[in-house]
C-alpha cells in the first residue's frame, strides 16, 4: 500500500471560496443561527489547521472562523442522506466513460 504524500490530504481550494463563505453565512443568518453574539468557545487546535482553514476560507479573524465553521456543521444539507436514498439506483450497464 502506497503511503500518502502530506499535501494529497489537504482539499484544494474552492474556485471561490467568499462565495462559499457568503452562502454559508447567509443561510446562516437566514436560519436565525447567527443573533446574539454572547457564547465564547475557547481551546488548543493547530496553528497549521488555522492557517489552512483561513486560506481556504478568505477568512483572517478567528471569530469569523469559528461562526463560518460552526455554521457549515449546524447547517444540514441532508446530503448524507440522500445519497443513500438513491443507492443501487443507476443501471450497472450505463457507461460512465471510466
Not at 26 to 48: N, T
Not at 50 to 79: M, P, Y
Request: cysteine-free; overall charge negative; glycine content about 8%.
Amino acid at each position: 500500500m502506497a503511503v500518502q504524500d502530506k499535501d494529497d490530504l489537504i482539499p484544494p481550494v474552492p474556485a471561490n471560496p467568499t462565495l462559499q463563505v457568503a452562502a454559508v453565512i447567509d443561510a446562516a443568518q437566514r436560519a436565525g443561527l447567527l443573533g446574539e453574539r454572547s457564547s465564547r468557545i475557547g481551546g488548543r487546535v493547530s496553528p497549521a489547521l488555522v492557517r489552512q482553514a483561513k486560506a481556504r476560507t478568505g477568512l483572517s479573524g478567528d471569530s469569523e472562523l469559528i461562526a463560518f465553521a460552526l455554521a457549515s456543521l449546524a447547517l444540514d444539507d441532508r446530503f448524507a442522506e440522500a445519497f443513500q436514498s438513491v443507492r443501487g439506483q443507476v443501471d450497472p450497464d450505463l457507461d460512465l466513460g471510466f
